[in-house]
């Protein structure tokens, strides 16, 4: 038969086996790939942002209560600084531009 002090560093490894096993699948939870690279506020409430989606990057605009995806940007091993040119194909141009009322 086991003596309390070996039954108790017994349950006392099970305890921080338990809690370093629901610490990583925390933080794997909070990280899926997903983050905020660069964001802007235009004023009003209203800003645009690069996202990061795994390898994919999107450039997506809000306010008002709504965000919306604007494009989804071509050089996504690449960080992107404000200001920056970003790569867009003439489908991405010509669909932002049906989304955003322009010709």
């Known amino acids: 038969m ?3 002090s070996t039954s108790g560093a017994i349950l006392l490894l099970v305890a921080l086996a338990a809690w370093a096993w629901l610490l990583r699948r925390a933080r794997a939870g909070t990280s899926r790939g997903l983050s905020v690279l660069e964001r802007q506020s235009l004023g ?6 690069t996202v990061r989606a795994g390898d994919r990057r999107f450039l997506i605009g809000g306010g008002s209560g709504r965000v919306r995806m604007l494009a989804e940007l071509e050089r996504a091993d690449e ?3 404000l200001g920056e040119p970003v790569a867009v194909s003439s489908s991405q141009s ?3 531009a049906a989304r955003s009322g322009g010709t």
């Open 2 to 4: 086991l003596s309390l």
């Open 44 to 49: 009003g409430g209203a800003f645009v942002a």
């Open 79 to 81: 960080p992107v600084q």
């Open 94 to 96: 010509e669909s932002f």
